[in-house]
């Protein structure tokens, strides 16, 4: 499979997470479900790795990959953790537009970071996406 098709799954189960979310939060507090759910994802993801047997490539992980992993990580938790408090708070059809805003972020920091190029295309569709957000987030 393509990062396309990596991408579309990455899609759907990111709308699943919202759905879900909503849902399983009702009546809890917002960083006990982000606990929860990063329990599951722990987990979940350990026993894929050791099932695939990809653990053993723990040793071979250099200083760099280990400290930008680790800062992803915190950056993951907070992002959750500040996601479950905005689902508990409005409505998941507003919450996930907003929250999505990310990709917009992504496209100027790996221009500016990354030294991705930063085309037309993207300009157009990163402001569409910034629209979107914004009548979505006020409707």
Known sequence: MTWLGWALLSAVFAAA???????????????????????????????????LEKHNGLAQIGRR????????????GLSWLCYFRALQMGPASSVAPVDKLSVVIVIICA??????TLTPAK??????????????AFA
């Open 17 to 51: 997470t919202a759905l879900l979310a909503k849902v399983g939060i009702k009546g809890i507090d917002s960083n006990l479900a982000t606990a929860i759910r990063t329990t599951v994802v722990l987990v979940f993801t350990w026993a894929i790795a050791i099932g």
């Open 123 to 136: 300009l157009l569709g990163g402001g569409l996406i910034t629209a979107g957000a914004i009548v979505l």
């Open 65 to 76: 990959s280990w400290l930008f992993l680790l800062l992803s990580g915190i950056a993951t």
């Open 111 to 116: 221009w500016l970071f990354l030294g991705e």
